[in-house]
């Protein structure tokens, strides 16, 4: 069974004069285990409207280092819980972000419960150097910690049969995360978790297969397609991850009048302005309230305010 991320907020919208629920949580894969209580939805990330207001969000933003050669998330990763201050890997067995384990061994998240998230981190024995993007095993299940992929980088998207693949671990620490040029860093609630996921383009849906291409705030990345047979448009949705490619969980209130006003989110197509057609007669294509900077063409079929 895949191992689940922990789920939070994900995409909702300010508008002047009121703070709108954000949605709940984003998961990156189907879960193996209950997601942790959080407390009730508050102000969330990315929005159709011309506001100033500073946006929250869920996936740490993405910038280019000085030195050109790896992208870094400034900001931390916003979550239900503060993060712990991981920077020297006090309260754990080890560091994942500086990977600080003897010779031989790398610095793997688990989960000492074996379900629910990753809040533990320790020094496994490198059994393997399968490398970022290839086919990994992880032998003792998905939260075990333990897999063939080369130091730095961990067994995700894990099914029933043990497999899944390796994606890089993110560098630096929680409040300043690293990531190779064009990647983005996405870390749990805890900041034990971290994984750098491959920049994409909305409108074209360019990621592998399985996943699809969801905002970072100033980026585009690629995460795991989680909606199963559901995720069409205008169906429910509670976390990012839960509407087909080219769709996005948006506010149900901000959405349409089509979507369900008991659901907390609603799947919306990205768009391409200034007037991309769009599904419901009700919406317009809208630009996002934070537009990553190459992107300033694409929109979210919404409400005009």
């Known amino acids: 069974m895949e191992a689940e991320w922990p789920r939070r907020p994900c995409y909702a919208i300010k508008r002047p004069m009121a703070r709108l ?22 102000t969330g990330t990315s929005a159709p409207t011309s506001t100033s207001d500073s946006p929250t969000t869920d996936l740490p933003p993405t910038t280019t280092s000085e030195a050109g050669t790896e992208s870094s998330t400034t900001g931390g990763s916003s979550s239900f819980m503060v993060a712990p201050d991981l920077a020297d890997g006090a309260d754990l067995t080890c560091n994942p972000w500086a990977q600080n ?41 998905p939260t075990a910690g333990i897999d063939d992929c080369a130091s730095g980088s ?19 620490n929680p409040d300043t995360p690293i990531c190779p040029p064009k990647t983005g860093c996405r870390s749990d609630q805890y900041s034990v978790l971290a994984l750098c996921f491959s920049d994409c383009d909305p409108l074209l849906q360019d990621c592998p297969k399985d996943n699809l291409c969801v905002q970072n705030v100033d980026s585009f990345v690629c995460i795991p ?13 509670e976390f990012v991850g839960a509407c087909d490619p080219g769709l996005v969980c948006f506010a149900s209130v901000m959405a349409s009048g089509n979507c369900d006003p008991q659901s907390s989110g609603c799947c919306q197509p990205f768009c391409s302005l200034p007037d991309g057609p769009c599904p419901n ?11 990553p900077s190459g992107f300033e063409h694409v929109g979210i079929c919404a409400v005009p305010k």
């Open 21 to 42: 629920p954000q949605l709940l949580a984003a998961t990156l894969a189907s879960a193996c285990g209950p997601a942790p209580a959080g407390p009730e939805p508050g």
């Open 101 to 141: 384990c003897p010779k031989g061994e790398k610095c793997a998240p688990w989960v000492p419960s074996g379900r629910g998230p990753f809040t533990d981190a320790k020094c496994v024995q490198i059994i393997g150097n399968q490398a970022p993007g290839e086919t990994c095993t992880a032998p003792e299940g």
């Open 154 to 172: 961990f067994c995700w998207e894990v099914d029933d049969d043990n497999h899944g693949v390796c994606f890089l671990q993110c560098t630096g």
């Open 225 to 237: 397609d989680a909606s199963g047979d559901e995720g069409q448009v205008n169906d429910a949705c």
């Open 281 to 291: 007669p009700d919406q317009q294509c809208l630009p996002l309230e934070q537009t």
